[in-house]
């Protein structure tokens, strides 16, 4: 019987490519987790993305609700903060706590995250985090560099096959403001 992991998916283009690698070694199960997202309508987006990924590999699908106040107070005063600074180390720690929290309560011995598919993550962010959070919650935490082997460019041109939601920023409200030139002064 293979180990049961909790895969953090961040939307349906990083869900397109980390299951597969994972899949050989583990029994896994993808859960959506990002209250981060903005507008509102973004994460429900990005949750039907990585929901048909997850069904094209036969794997099952869990889905946290939408807390984005929860995630506002978790980052408050940090708006001004740039991208892979406070703000972000905030953010991936807050989705990463609630991935890990699910897990344990849901019997689950292994947590992993595919948000270092991504070029716009630092990887040893990502996986210092989650190595902290899942000795503080007792689990084992699958660090890698999913970027690694093409990771990023196979995952966009699979999500691109399968004619699922592709975003063009990162998530939050600042990401989304960066984007769209307008002032990151902007905040709940």
């Not at 899949?23 to 990585?50: C, G, H």
């Not at 897990?103 to 948000?115: G, R």
Request: proline share 3%.
């Amino acid at each position: 019987m293979l180990p049961r992991l909790l895969l953090h998916a961040c939307c349906g283009v990083c869900s397109s490519y980390v299951p597969e690698k994972l899949m050989p070694e583990f029994d896994v199960t993808i859960y959506f987790e990002n209250s981060n997202l903005y507008p509102e309508q973004e994460f429900y987006k990005r949750r039907e993305a990585a929901q048909i990924m997850a069904q094209s590999f036969g794997l099952p699908f869990m889905t946290a609700n939408y807390q984005s106040r929860e995630w506002f107070k978790h980052v408050r005063g940090l708006a001004k903060e740039p991208e892979h600074g406070a703000r972000c180390e905030k953010c991936i720690a807050f989705r990463l706590d609630k991935t890990m929290e699910y897990a344990k309560n849901n019997s689950f011995d292994w947590v992993a995250t595919t948000l270092s598919v991504s070029r716009r993550k630092n990887v040893d962010q990502i996986n210092r985090l989650g190595q902290q959070l899942a000795e503080r919650h007792g689990l084992q935490f699958l660090g890698k560099d999913w970027k690694k082997g093409n990771g990023e460019v196979i995952s966009q041109e699979r999500a691109k096959q399968a004619g699922i939601y592709r975003q063009d920023y990162c998530g939050c409200v600042y990401s989304y403001l960066i984007r769209t030139g307008m002032s990151s002064s902007a905040q709940r």
